[in-house]
């Protein structure tokens, strides 16, 4: 919006600086240009405080704190200040400048002052002490309602004058802008200055304000002071000019306030009753890494991972306000930056009426008269646990503003048992508008603090796990899945497309999920006649893994399978516990993804329920044990858990606690979601998954018809008396033996590879279960099978078949088969033709 359509969408309507003008006398003058008293009214209104130092408050209209304004004007303000200031410094030190803003009113302005600079780092000063982080100055802003400001800048560099310890001296003596709503006396900034000056001397510093309000008789202050420490200071300000102030203003500004706060109880803190509407919580999905604002440093780094996914956190707001015409996004005191660019993203989703302004510390008068610049306050207490203790805080000019819907925006610490009490925050705008939303943005910790500062800093709450049958076609407690639910979300992509990505390396394999195979009448025939051969076989199996997992893991262990494959054979282990011996186990379902490593916010999950040491990760088998090292190296950085996987199958040798060594059909690896509760394979996309959410999944409820999955467990356990024998005395000689990994498929693999001339070991997939996801799932070039494999194979031969893949017959295999992916797969390529899987 340009500053022309704002000035007119305020043109013809009574001065918000009217009533204090009129009462006290107080007048704003312009700089003597044409039009600078009206520009100077457009800019600011007048309140009144009670403040020892200044009664009158200048209350901006295009910062977004007290105000509601389109957030498009609010960050056009501080950006087209940011370009001014890249003018006046030339694009060679505007590449070096570091942009510090002021807590709590200009976080906001200063960050839009740097992205308005484009290459410049910016620090945001903070009443937020965090432990741990070393502060790197601090100073006094003398009128302010809480004086002391902090610096804690992540990088110690960042002031001193680079943004990374081999940066250091190309950002030597970088210029300092230091970014404030207001330039009235200059104390503020010259307390900053010479305390900075003194630690981290530099030659250039440049001042920006939206209005530059000095007297005359403070104009002189800043080029002496300059000269005094032998430094340049310039001063870029939207509008200038001054406040003329009667004599005696303070103290009749002091009776007014006093008089009207007694006239009755409007705008003070009350409970509201519990009827009001529940709040609704949208999961913006932040990105990781990401850092709230500019607490402890936000570099150009960082402004590029942001601005690519504003539009999508602006569309799942959108989503959640329904048929809201009239919107106020609000930020929470120096957290501006965030939904300030939420806002603007919104703006740019929506047809709705989008407004911005956030909550403060400060107290301000509030009348309910059009010539008064705070016409409503909310009051409700602090719910950040401020380092100076509780106390009220403040929501100005939304109440009786009819918005629509009120999207609060906090981040993480903010996010607290106060903020959702009956008198806080969101209590407290359930009053005054249809829908509240809250989004919440992750709590920025810097790296490097010691362990104890990560654990106070104790991230959002996790849900609980989701189950049968609102998520998967299992039964509630046969397993709860540590997932969310991604259902109504379109990931399916062609084979060949994901295929060619894949390899490409244009997407990860987790990025997106194929298009669910749809079988064949011939191919659940064979299903089902494969399940009734091997159901006995793999009743043992189950039986023998689990009683080795109960004779040396743990006595009452905690299973918690690999999704999916996983899974059923989980849910397998819980049913063979709790039939022989009574033992009801739990047993939930994580992701873990090749490359990516293992959900860690389900980990956080299930340390915070059960012992780490009790839990034991169940897979359905082992190709070349990629899976195992992964899950290795990821439970590296958590403390308690046991990195060794149980599976009922180990052909690859790579684990020691197994049901079986042979590599045999396990009927569950023939199909996909049909006979895993109808949940897909995992996903783990950034814009899908943030960072305090768990992996995703959908649950294909429309796939219900031909749902196999509890037939092919009750087939299974059908089995469980016959084989009990058979696994005790297998369970004993197990005990007893070198179970040590041999690892001998993944020497296997390396040779077909070579032998092949396949570049990358993850295209070769041994073993009946990996082979049959090829068929699935991928491209497949051809397919090895072990010289008379008989009936095991006969289901990798019929989607060979009806995919055009050749079979190869091959001696010395330690597997009964292995399936290649085409090693170089584009769609014009030639080898597998990448035609989905007939259905007749």
Same mark, same amino acid.
């Given at each position: ?510 990025? *997106? ?162 006979? *895993? ?31 196999? *999955? ?131």
């Amino acid at each position: 919006m340009s500053e022309h359509a704002a000035r007119k969408e305020t043109a013809n309507v009574v001065w918000s600086g009217s009533w204090v003008a009129e009462r006290l006398g107080v007048e704003l003058v312009g700089d003597g240009k044409p039009d600078g008293d009206r520009e100077l009214r457009d800019l600011l209104g007048l309140a009144l405080r009670r403040n020892p130092k200044r009664a009158h408050l200048l209350v901006s209209n295009v910062l977004g704190k007290h105000v509601p304004q389109k957030p498009s004007v609010v960050y056009g303000a501080g950006f087209e200040l940011g370009r001014r200031v890249r003018e006046l410094l030339g694009d060679a030190e505007a590449h070096r400048a570091v942009v510090l803003g002021y807590a709590e009113t200009a976080t906001g302005l200063g960050h839009a002052v740097a992205d308005g600079l484009g290459v410049a780092p910016y620090l945001h000063s903070t009443r937020r002490p965090v432990e741990g982080v070393e502060r790197a100055g601090g100073f006094e802003e003398s009128h302010s309602h809480a004086t002391s400001h902090l610096l804690l800048p992540e990088d110690p560099n960042l002031l001193a004058g680079g943004c990374g310890p081999t940066d250091a001296d190309a950002y030597a003596d970088a210029p300092l802008v230091l970014v404030d709503d207001e330039f009235s006396t200059g104390n503020t900034v010259l307390n900053t200055i010479r305390a900075l000056h003194e630690r981290y001397p530099r030659s250039r510093y440049v001042v920006v304000a939206l209005v530059d309000m000095r007297s005359s008789a403070d104009h002189g202050r800043l080029t002496e002071f300059a000269a005094e420490i032998g430094a340049r200071v310039d001063l870029v300000a939207r509008s200038s000019g001054t406040v003329a102030l009667p004599e005696g203003v303070l103290e009749k500004g002091q009776a007014l306030v006093a008089a009207h706060e007694g006239a009755g109880s409007a705008g003070r803190r009350a409970a509201v009753d519990q009827g009001h509407r529940p709040c609704t919580r949208v999961d913006i999905q932040w990105p990781a890494g990401v850092p709230d604002g500019g607490r402890h440093g936000f570099t150009p780094a960082h402004r590029a991972a942001l601005e690519p996914v504003l539009p999508a956190m602006a569309a799942r707001i959108a989503a959640s306000l329904g048929d809201a015409r009239r919107v106020l996004i609000l930020g929470f005191e120096e957290l501006m930056y965030a939904p300030l660019r939420l806002g603007t993203a919104l703006e740019d989703h929506t047809d709705a009426e989008v407004r911005y302004s956030t909550t403060t510390r400060s107290p301000v008068l509030a009348v309910d008269d059009p010539g008064y610049a705070i016409r409503s306050r909310l009051v409700f207490p602090a719910h950040d646990n401020p380092a100076d203790g509780p106390g009220d805080r403040y929501a100005y000019n939304v109440a009786g503003a009819g918005f629509d819907a009120v999207v609060v925006t906090v981040d993480s610490t903010a996010d607290t048992p106060e903020l959702h009490a009956p008198d806080g925050l969101l209590a407290q705008l359930s009053a005054h508008t249809d829908h509240v939303l809250l989004a919440v943005v992750p709590s920025y910790v810097p790296s490097g603090l010691p362990s104890y500062v990560s654990e106070r800093q104790e991230p959002p709450m996790l849900p609980e796990p989701l189950r049968g049958p609102a998520f998967s076609s299992y039964a509630p407690d046969e397993v709860g899945w540590l997932l969310q639910d991604l259902s109504d979300t379109e990931l399916e992509a062609p084979t060949e497309e994901r295929e060619e990505a894949i390899q490409s390396g244009g997407a990860h394999y987790a990025e *997106s999920l194929p298009v669910e195979y749809q079988p064949s009448a011939q191919y659940q025939s064979l299903f089902k006649a494969a399940l009734d051969l091997s159901a006995a076989r793999v009743a043992r199996a189950v039986g023998t893994v689990t009683e080795t997992v109960l004779a040396e893991r743990a006595p009452r262990p905690v299973l918690v399978s690999l999704a999916r494959a996983g899974t059923p054979v989980g849910v397998l282990m819980r049913r063979w516990a709790r039939h022989r011996h009574g033992l009801d186990l739990p047993h939930y379902a994580v992701s873990i993804v090749r490359g990516r490593g293992i959900d860690a916010n389900a980990l956080r999950w299930l340390a915070a329920h059960h012992d780490p040491a009790d839990v034991v990760f169940v897979d359905g088998w082992t190709g070349k044990g990629a899976i195992t090292r992964e899950l290795s190296a990821a439970l590296a950085e958590f403390d308690g858990f046991n990195p060794e996987i149980a599976v009922l199958a180990d052909p690859g040798g790579c684990v020691r606690t197994y049901g079986t060594r042979e590599d045999f059909l396990i009927p569950s690896a023939c199909l996909n979601s049909t006979v *895993s509760g109808l949940i897909s394979r995992t996903v783990l996309r950034s814009d899908l998954v943030g960072p305090d959410d768990f992996h995703g999944a959908k649950f294909y409820r429309e796939l219900a018809d031909t749902d196999v *999955s509890g037939h092919f467990l009750d087939t299974v356990a059908d089995h469980f008396d016959e084989v009990v024998d058979a696994v005790d005395a297998e369970v004993k000689e197990l005990l007893a033996a070198d179970r040590a990994p041999t690892w001998e498929g993944w020497a296997a693999v390396e040779r077909i590879s070579e032998e092949y001339g396949i570049d990358d070991v993850n295209l070769v997939k041994p073993g009946v279960g990996e082979t049959t996801r090829v068929l699935l799932r991928r491209v497949p070039w051809k397919i090895l099978a072990k010289r008379g494999a008989g009936a095991d194979l006969e289901h990798i031969r019929l989607l060979a078949e009806q995919r055009g893949v050749p079979v190869e017959e091959v001696d010395e295999l330690p597997y009964t088969c292995v399936g290649l992916i085409h090693p170089k797969y584009t769609r014009g390529a030639t080898g597998a033709d990448g035609k989905a899987v007939e259905s007749k």
